[in-house]
């Protein structure tokens, strides 16, 4: 996942949408209202955003998602544990936040069956940005398994956080620390479970099974089926 900045006709169109979004959600009407405020092009915006304030929400949670790569980056990390590290790193995912009301409706938008998929994507890029920004240098299973794992305690994160209403967030991030001790127990128990010689067949057989498994590659063979190039 890429965190290049937002086309600048594209944040103009975010930061109009943003006042609307309280009373309207990422709806039609919101989309009309930030075109309008921004006094684009109709046609401009629809190529902007093809799926109108669908396409704003989705640029919403990427424009955070490139704050927090750019606060991770700036922060000092020296002394912490890495198990720290990911967690500092959701903290500042939810501090860049600029609207709670706009990840509200967010939430709800994605929520519905139709939308799920880009809900999903969403949060995979999330858990992605943070491993590339910490380091992450796995290319086999664990690619996957590190980004699936932080996907679903950043999304269980973020539906805690919506509803906390404690002095300083102080229960979310009790909660944060929380769930990462509950990933830490389940690789420990990994770990045990590795070392048992009564499991150590069952273990081998399936650490055969995924040692063909390969993170996506960085860069698609330009050679492949498919592959438009840009002529030259």
Not at 96 to 110: C, P, Q, S
Request: proline share 6%.
């Amino acid at each position: 996942m890429t965190n290049a900045p937002l086309d600048p006709i594209l944040n103009q169109l975010l930061d109009a949408a943003l006042p609307h979004v309280a009373f309207d959600g990422w709806s039609p009407a919101t989309f009309k209202a930030a075109v309008a405020d921004a006094d684009i092009d109709p046609a401009v915006a629809k190529t902007m955003c093809p799926r109108g304030a669908v396409d704003l929400a989705i640029a919403y949670h990427h424009r955070g998602d490139a704050a927090m790569v750019t606060s991770l980056k700036a922060a000092d990390l020296t002394n912490m544990r890495f198990r720290d590290k990911v967690a500092h790193a959701i903290r500042l995912r939810l501090q860049v936040i600029d609207d709670k009301e706009a990840v509200r409706r967010g939430t709800t938008l994605f929520a519905l069956p139709h939308m799920a998929a880009d809900g999903a994507k969403l949060i995979w890029g999330t858990a992605d940005a943070i491993w590339n920004a910490l380091g992450d240098t796995s290319r086999d299973v664990n690619w996957y398994t590190k980004r699936m794992t932080l996907s679903g305690v950043y999304s269980s994160v973020v539906l805690y956080w919506l509803g906390d209403d404690s002095l300083d967030l102080q229960a979310t991030d009790a909660f944060i620390d929380r769930r990462i001790d509950n990933v830490m127990q389940f690789e420990k128990l990994k770990a045990q479970a590795k070392a048992n010689p009564l499991l150590k067949p069952l273990t081998s057989t399936l650490e055969r099974m995924m040692a063909s498994v390969k993170a996506p590659g960085a860069v698609s063979d330009p050679n492949l089926p498919g592959v438009w190039r840009d002529p030259q």
